[in-house]
């Protein structure tokens, strides 16, 4: 009944015990993480036809999966945070009483495993053995999440003997929602098809997680934004941490000197594509450390120290080119799993602006032939690559050290077409708080719903931050009551500006290094800046354009400050901080006035 059992831990064969006898598997696995295992899941995969196996030629152990058309992206209005009130989730976060919700959701689960296999994956966000690392169980019935877990966490038997027969871990139970009956045939992608049937579900008193109904990406692989941000939040605000949704990279400047800057920019939003950045600046150097998620900490110095928990990349495909990234595209040359993306005829993958020639004919996300001429996308435009972050070709030295990085500059930022300029530097802490708290973007398709719609996303965290987020603003404000000295610069950018007929006014990609570089200068103290009412920004000098094509006049729209503009921009900001009511900190409603007062001056 229970398989082969891997661990002594009373509580953790207890806890099995009870989840098979709830969703009634027919046979229950652990996980031991080792290659022999990956490679027998991948090969029943195969038979199911849940994975095609791509062309050991081309893309060696590598495969791709198609999701159901209804199971692409995060589903933020069917995640729940379940705290004791209401409150304590905030406005920010969709609540349910958690004894009510768990009486909602337990008859879904019973049988929900009927006719498949119960998976016991033991994980581990962090490096193994660090004494901030976090064990996580997930129960799965679905062996494409296995394989993704496999990549994107320290799983299996090493973190069975770290938890050894008393330690304690975050419960996570996910389930497909598809039992099978007897005679029944399989589907590859199964789920539940209905949106409004899918639950993540967060219970962050006890700590757990429980998923059900999604196989995708965030609503299935629970250490990544259920644990590691949404239960990491809640963990890390009792015991004086901060999980952010931020890459972490490490630059290094043509003397040797290395920085290293943490960026929130929101889903989709350009975290992967900075965090292994090629810089065309010569003689700068980029390495990665995170491009999802940091977990920060006070070190002994008073400075912040990052660290990434994942153990892989789980990125978006489209747009992602030898142009554009090509440290993501090597990263992703073998033992690589591809979701919703083009089958080409000689059993590679193609999606829209890699770069390269579409396929005359292929197979697109959705199963069917496709040809550049179909008049639709070949790739779902969140379609996504899973590969192993040790694969990054500039992955850095100390991506494990479990003691993090101390951070120079910590990074805003969103998809904005207008207003926000290309970068501006906060005046004190406060104002950079200010500055993540005011965050906006345009959604993008990492979720379900409408793409291109602004909204106000702060800290890149509003689908990520597992309370109210008035108190996770008051949090944020606290770093200062100490060394204030040793706290990282905050600088805001936004790579996203247009001009009314719709052309980038900034190249992006590489020559974000540009930016960069006058981050590290104002980090010295050496920056050329004016003080605006709206920050720092760079004097028209004080970037480095040596062989760059941005035009003087696209420069100068790209670092003005558009008072109307920004009018707007704080009316809007003031309606978002409405909602947060008594939680939102008088710091900020200060901040906010100021600024007002600076514009209008
Ligand atoms: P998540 O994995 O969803 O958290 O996304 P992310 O923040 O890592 O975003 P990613 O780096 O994958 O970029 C998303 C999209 O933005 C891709 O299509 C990129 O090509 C595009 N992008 C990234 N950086 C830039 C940039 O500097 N300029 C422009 N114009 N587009 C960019
Ligand atoms: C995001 O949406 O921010 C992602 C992808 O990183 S997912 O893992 O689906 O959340
Ligand atoms: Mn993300």
Redesign the pocket.
Known sequence: MLGQCITKNESLIAWVKEMTNLCQPTNVHWCDGSDEEYQSFCDLMVKSGTFTKLNENKRPNSYLARSHPSDVARVEDRTFICSKTKEEAGPNNNWADPDKMKAEMLPLYKGCMRGRTLYVIPFCMGPLGSPIAKIGIEITDSLYVVANMRIMTRMGKSVIEALGEKGTFIQCLHSVGAPLEPGQQDVPWPCEPDPAKKYIVHFPDDPAVWSYGSGYGGNALLGKKCIALRIASNVARKEGWMAE?M?ILALTNPAGKTYYITAA???????????M?MPTLPGWKVRCLG??IAWIRRGDDGRLYAMNPENG????A????MQ??PN?MHSMEKNTIFTNVVLTPDGDVWWE?MGVPAPEKGIDWHGNEWTPSSGTKGAH??A?FTAPASQCPVIDKDWENPAGVPISAILFGG?RPSTIPLVNQSFSWEHGVFMGSAAGSET?A?ALGASGQLRRDPF?MLPFCGYNMGDYFGYWLTFAKENRNALPKIFFVN??RKTADGR?L????G??SRVLKWICERVEGTGKAQETPIGYLPTPDAIDLSDCKVSAEDMAELLKVDKEGWIKEIESIGQNYARYGAHLPAALTAQLDELKARLNK
């Open positions: 949704h890459l920019f929101p889903s989709a939003c350009g975290k992967t594509n900075l965090a950045m491009d999802d990349f789980f990125g978006v489209p747009g992602t080119s554009s990234n993501a602006d435009p969140n996504r998809r993008t990492a890149a790579w996203f980038w900034w190249p992006g990609y020559e974000n």
